[in-house]
T-cell receptor
């Protein structure tokens, strides 16, 4: 079945630095990738939709200059959290839409100290 | 807009107990409804789905029936196992919004031997 590989699973970074999260579709081409954020004990909130070869579409309230999304190929989408701050600490998860439905990555736990 | 309201957890059960997780929704149009499961350290996996009213989704002993009259999609399992310990998410997709999923807050279920 369709598999999305997400890395890293956990990352701790210092405040002010940038962190890149990668999602790769392993056995299919992902034209569209969704990026979600999940705060503790809260739901997954859609941050943005990335489309291969074009600019990402951000949800209302999401800073596009802070959360940079690149979808340069049909098998790779990246989310870069720039100038991270402690309030950016969260669980980030990607998802691809396929003919069989949605496939999710395993998520990235980001802690900014 | 679309929203999903899910029973708050955590829920702790003994093995072979009956599990119900309530889920209600608000949506425009005719949504598809999903239950996703997230086992510890893993990504979200589709557990079951229903695409129209009165459909029943089932998988691994879990069932949920799409009830349009009560806008509900409650998840049930008659006899849980320790391996069912996970976080369960109810979600909907109206298909008219670029296939974006709207999630409930998630319910953590712990099954004790």
């Amino acid at each position: 079945g369709a598999v999305v590989s997400q890395h890293p699973s956990r990352v701790i970074c210092k405040s002010g630095t940038s962190v890149k999260i990668e999602c790769r579709s392993l056995d299919f081409q992902a034209t569209t990738m969704f990026w979600y954020r999940q705060f503790p004990k809260q739901s997954l909130m859609l941050m943005a939709t990335s489309n291969e070869g074009s600019k990402a579409t951000y949800e209302q309230g999401v800073e596009k200059d802070k959360f940079l999304i690149n979808h340069a190929s049909l098998t790779l989408s990246t989310l870069t959290v720039t100038s991270a701050h402690p309030e950016d600490s969260s669980f980030y998860i990607c998802s691809a839409s396929t003919i069989h439905g949605y496939t999710f990555g395993s998520g990235t736990r980001l802690t900014v100290v | 807009g679309n929203s999903v309201t899910q029973m708050e957890g955590p829920v702790t059960l003994s093995e072979e107990a009956f599990l119900t997780i309530n889920c209600t929704y608000t949506a425009t149009g005719y949504p598809s409804l999903f239950w996703y499961v997230q086992y510890p350290g893993e990504g979200l996996q589709l557990l079951l789905k229903a695409t129209k009213a009165d459909d029943k989704g089932s998988n691994k002993g879990f069932e949920a029936t799409y009830r349009k009259e009560t806008t509900s999609f409650h998840l049930e399992k008659g006899s849980v196992q320790v391996s069912d310990s996970a976080v369960y998410f109810c979600a909907l997709d109206t298909r008219s919004n670029d296939y974006k999923l709207s999630f409930g807050a998630g319910t953590t279920v712990t099954v004790r031997a």
